[in-house]
Structure formats: C-alpha cells, structure tokens
C-alpha cells in the first residue's frame, strides 16, 4: 500500500512538472500573406521562405516567445516583373537586407481564444515597435495560430522617391500569418 502511494504521488508530480507547449512550426502548412492597395485597387501576395520558432503554453504566458525571419527576396506579387521591382534598392533592397525579422517581447489574453503579441519588426535595419492580434485554436497535438498586423512601409522606408506617394502605394500594408504548430512536452 506504501508503495502504491509513493508511484501515485510520483505520477503526480512529474505530469505537475510537464506542460504541452506549441512549438515546432510546420513550414510546408503555414502562410505569411501581405495585403494592400495600389491606386486604390487591392493587391496581395505572400512570402515563401521564411522560419519561425515558437513557444506557447496559454496556461503559461510569461514564457511565451516568437522569432520569425523572412526571406524577403521570396516574396511573390503574382508578377515577376513586381517581384523584381520590389527586390530592388527603392523597396526591399534584399541586397542590402536579405531578411526581415520580427521577435516577440510579451503576450497577452484577450479572452476567448484570443490573443495579442508584442515586439519589434525589424526591416531594411529599422526595428520598429509592432503588435499583432492572433487566434489560437488547439486541436490535440496541433494548433493554428492566425493572425494579423497592419505595418506602415514609410517607417521602415520601404518605397522610397517615387514610390513615397501612398496615393500610388498605400501606406498600409496588411500582414497576416497562419501558422500550423506541433506540440512538444516541455520540462518546466
């Protein structure tokens, strides 16, 4: 009967010092996806190279962590001609700045299944404050986390001569993210 007590109270505690966080990134079911409107009309596309690493537990959100890196030289207009513009010295200058990165500093429930992130967006070597609404929905072992954020390319000076006439390019770029995340069992 002792025995039985001390392997149950074992049991106990090391499910106690285990937690399920949200943290391996499925690459090839994910999306980053932009938004905007040019002379009024809107536009999208998307990034296709880009990594993230992540941590979240909404039981535990003190620890919570996001760095995602983008391969900006991958983004995807729908035309090659766009491709190439925006890769050029006025827009991304990728030769100068091959990636953008966004880094999380803290997260907060917003209720329901709803969250905000915050951090710093760092393009063309400007890091620039940004926050982020996202969606967390977990389904077993897997989770989706959708989400978007509204950055202003001029900060970041992005379009540059010509191109810093929003009435050509609005300022207003939406991005969104749709992450598919594994969990791992995490010692804490």
Not at 39 to 63: E, H, I, N, W
Request: with cysteine; aromatic share 12%; hydrophobic share 40%.
């Amino acid at each position: 009967m002792k025995k039985l007590f001390y392997t149950l109270c074992l049991l106990g505690l090391t499910s106690a010092t285990y937690a399920t966080e949200f943290t391996q990134i499925v690459p090839a079911k994910s999306s980053l996806t932009f938004g905007y409107k040019q002379m009024g009309v809107p536009m999208d596309g998307k990034f296709g190279q880009f990594t993230a690493q992540m941590r979240f537990d909404p039981a535990q959100l003190t620890t919570a962590q996001a760095r995602i890196d983008v391969n900006l030289a991958s983004i995807d207009t729908g035309s090659s001609e766009a491709n190439e513009e925006v890769s050029g010295k006025l827009w991304f200058n990728t030769r100068a700045f091959p990636n953008g990165q966004f880094v999380s500093s803290s997260v907060k429930a917003l209720g329901g299944n709803r969250y905000q992130t915050f951090g710093t967006l760092t393009l063309k070597g400007k890091a620039v404050p940004v926050s982020a609404i996202f969606t967390f929905k977990p389904d077993g072992a897997t989770a989706i986390f959708d989400g978007t954020f509204v950055l202003k390319r001029l900060d970041y000076g992005i379009g540059e001569g010509i191109w810093t006439d929003i009435s050509t390019v609005a300022n207003e770029i939406q991005i969104g993210f749709h992450f598919i995340v594994n969990a791992g069992a995490v010692k804490k």
